[in-house]
């Protein structure tokens, strides 16, 4: 289960309060203050990695709390440091500070560490305040408090190409084709629930990542259909590949290009102007030459190349997957 925006809260440890001590010895009359300093509370670190890639585990455990430090002692005894605290998030997770929206931190990289909440200070001791005019102090501080946030995570998956179109356009049994990815493929709308990634392997051993992203339809951008929750997962993307479904009796693949393609629009100006190849999907099973040729032209007229694919018998796979390359690797490297 794909869970992409969850709200968390962050609390890190209070410092522990400063001692107020004096030393008191046999033959040590006047021994002065020993009172020794609090220990700093536990911070609240967040760390990426590529192990996860779903926010799922955080709708059951939302509230994160470091350790506040330990009180000072005497002799001049500083109170242990709290213990501090690791979350893990899965890259590509973005960091917004909930009340006013602020972007706080992204994570683009394995093992990116930020600091979400810095534990607070320790307070000083009654020894810390001796002075030459002032050797008896009674004063001492208590701990300040740790850093409370409340944090909205937002998470959106890196891949390299993104695979978009109506439902059923053949998104996922492509991306099965091109990469080892096996997700669920039936002939009903919606099969696929949550973005699948997929590595596509090259015979010079370079790769690049594509994800399969859940049908858009008409609306999206307003709440319709399930795209909209997934729209953001190609953000990221360097390219975006639109697939054309040609098989569909009754329905203008125009149509439901240009549609798409306002979706797009509406959600992210930035997202309609990425790199896109058009694909007309499902060419085995197309039964009007005349639909493609609209097709490819409402594709050359935006500027998009176009090619004719189709999953089950292999034609054009290869062809696409050296263009992609070319598209996504030289920007990699």
């Known amino acids: 289960m794909l869970v992409d925006e969850v709200r968390i809260t962050v609390k890190a440890g209070d410092g522990g309060n400063g001692c107020l001590a004096f030393r008191r010895e046999k033959y040590v009359p006047r021994g002065g203050p020993s009172g020794g300093d609090g220990g700093n509370g536990g911070d609240i670190r967040m760390v990426a990695t590529i192990h996860r890639n779903t926010l799922l585990h955080f709708r059951f455990n939302p509230e994160y709390t470091a350790q506040r430090g330990r009180h000072g002692e005497g002799s001049n005894c500083?109170?242990?440091?709290?213990?501090?605290?690791?979350?893990?998030?899965?890259?590509?997770?973005?960091?917004?500070?909930?009340e006013s929206g602020e972007k706080l931190y992204d994570f683009t990289h394995d093992k990116e560490e930020w600091l979400a909440a810095k534990g607070g200070r320790g307070g000083k001791g009654n020894a810390r305040f001796t002075s030459s005019t002032h050797q008896a102090p009674t004063e001492h501080e208590a701990g300040f408090p740790g850093e409370f946030k409340k944090l909205q995570l937002k998470l959106r998956l890196l891949a390299?190409?993104?695979l978009v179109g109506y439902p059923n356009a053949g998104k996922s049994t492509l991306i099965s084709r091109i990469s080892a990815a096996r997700p669920k493929i039936a002939d009903y709308p919606f099969t696929t629930l949550e973005p699948n990634l997929g590595v596509v392997q090259l015979p010079d051993h370079r790769s690049f990542v594509v994800a399969d992203i859940p049908g858009i339809i008409e609306g999206a951008h307003e709440g319709r259909g399930l795209g909209i929750q997934f729209l953001r997962h190609v953000e990221r993307t360097q390219v975006l590949v639109h697939l054309v479904d040609m098989s569909a009796t009754g329905r203008d693949p125009v149509h439901d290009f240009e549609t798409l393609?306002?979706?797009?629009?509406?959600?992210?100006?930035?997202?309609?102007?990425?790199?896109?190849?058009?694909?007309?999907?499902?060419?085995?099973?197309a039964q009007d030459p005349e639909k493609v040729r609209a097709v490819r032209e409402a594709a050359e007229a935006g500027g998009h190349p176009f090619f004719e694919l189709s999953s089950v018998t292999g034609q054009g796979i290869d062809l696409l997957k050296f263009a992609l390359a070319g598209l996504v690797l030289p920007s990699m490297e």
């Open 160 to 162: 390299d190409v993104g």
């Open 78 to 98: 500083k109170g242990h440091e709290g213990e501090s605290i690791t979350v893990q998030v899965p890259v590509g997770t973005t960091v917004y500070d909930e």
């Open 261 to 285: 393609m306002t979706e797009l629009q509406s959600y992210s100006p930035e997202l309609a102007e990425k790199p896109m190849l058009v694909l007309a999907s499902k060419m085995d099973a």
